[in-house]
């Protein structure tokens, strides 16, 4: 009887062991996925929302910001001393229940007292713009007439494309360009990078905002991190014109640079992924600490608002920069009274300089 001897240095093909995807397949996958979930339109801020939970459950809703009061003026963050916007801005949230294939219009809800407002949030955005004084507001010229002017935070039954600004791109490509060698083959890890960054230049160069419906403002121009102060708020039901409304109140907020600014604001809910609605503001503009020339007296939407307990500053008089005294005597007598002192005047110099000295608080 003869045994028939197994062989265990070639094993045959049944036996052997799954092996794991290599990690270019694996990087293939990922793409295919991404671009699957890249193929969806996006959704465009503003649209109707349905929910099926919550206390939206069974129903389309769209939510709309509008600014109430915008600020005018703000004075430059300082190392320590930090002067909220004045007046302070303030934005009001709608809801509307929409009724998507048919011919119903939308309906705003009546009662905002039944809206639970745990967990609504808006954020605050910084873009600079150019000041009312300039000659004319620019425009921009590669922007082709036949493009819709749509608002970004406006449902739109067709997808909104904004339009790349590229102000490195040459006026005159050139028709032939010079010969390059062949490249070789990408591998999947550099096609991964290179699309991940087109995408990221493309969102970044985005037009978002026509300021005074001309000037182009783009997603790359953003400033967000010169805003100081209290940058996302919680949504407070208060009472104006004898309605309950849901208002979002900046009341400490400040900026660390100089010019001219808009701010965007945009708000979500905590519980749900998508920003609910977004809107753009009027435009206000900062000073240094020597050329600010003072707050106006409190709006009343203000004072409103400090009634029903909103920590806001209030001022009943408007408080004008107070201007340095010209007379040789009073300069003569604070100089020899201060002569004996001098490191304590370098002291509360330097301490003016911080808190703003020459305005009033």
């Known amino acids: 009887m003869s045994l028939r001897r197994h062989d265990s240095s070639y094993p045959s093909q049944q036996q052997q062991p799954p092996q794991p995807p290599s990690s270019s397949q694996q990087a293939r996958d990922r793409d295919q996925s991404r671009d699957a979930s890249h193929s969806t339109p996006p959704r465009v801020i503003g649209a109707p929302l349905n929910f099926s939970t919550g206390q939206f459950a069974g129903k389309h809703v769209r939510a709309e910001l509008i600014e109430l009061q915008k600020a005018d003026l703000g004075r430059k963050y300082a190392r320590k001393d930090r002067r909220p916007l ?5 934005v009001q949230l709608k809801f509307f229940y929409a009724f998507p294939g048919t011919d119903t219009p939308d309906r705003e809800v009546e009662n905002y007292d039944e809206i639970n407002n745990m967990g609504l949030i808006c954020h605050v955005d910084l873009f600079p713009v150019p000041s009312s004084d300039s000659p004319d507001t620019p425009t ?3 922007r082709r007439p036949d493009q819709a002017q749509a608002s970004p935070g406006r449902a739109s ?7 790349p600004y590229s102000p490195g791109a040459q006026p005159y490509p050139y028709t032939y360009p010079a010969p390059q060698p062949p490249a070789p083959y990408p591998t999947a890890v550099q096609q991964q ?3 991940t960054a087109a995408r990221w230049r493309a969102t970044w160069s985005y037009i978002v905002h026509y300021f005074k419906g001309t000037y182009p403002i783009n997603e790359g121009s953003r400033q967000t991190e010169a805003l100081a102060g209290t940058t996302f708020v919680q949504a407070a039901n208060l009472d104006y014109k004898g309605n309950k409304v849901l208002m979002f109140v900046f009341s400490d907020l400040a900026v660390k640079a100089e010019g001219n600014f808009i701010l965007r604001y945009r708000c979500f809910d905590l519980f749900s992924r ?4 977004e809107c753009y503001g009027g435009p206000f503009r ?7 020339p003072g707050l106006r007296a409190s ?13 806001l500053n209030l001022r009943e008089t408007e408080r004008k920069r107070r201007r340095k005294v010209d007379d040789p005597s009073q300069s003569a007598s604070a100089g020899s009274a201060g002569g004996a002192s001098s490191g304590g005047a370098r002291n509360d110099k330097r301490r003016g300089d911080d808190e703003g000295s020459g305005y009033d608080d």
């Open 140 to 142: 921009d010229p590669k």
């Open 274 to 277: 998508p920003v609910w609605a």
């Open 86 to 90: 004045d007046p302070p801005p303030v």
């Open 193 to 195: 990078a290179t699309t």
């Open 157 to 163: 039954s067709s997808t909104l494309s904004p339009t």
């Open 299 to 311: 709006t009343d939407l203000t004072k409103h608002l400090s009634y029903f307990g909103v920590r």
């Open 286 to 292: 900062v000073y240094s600490t020597k050329e600010f």
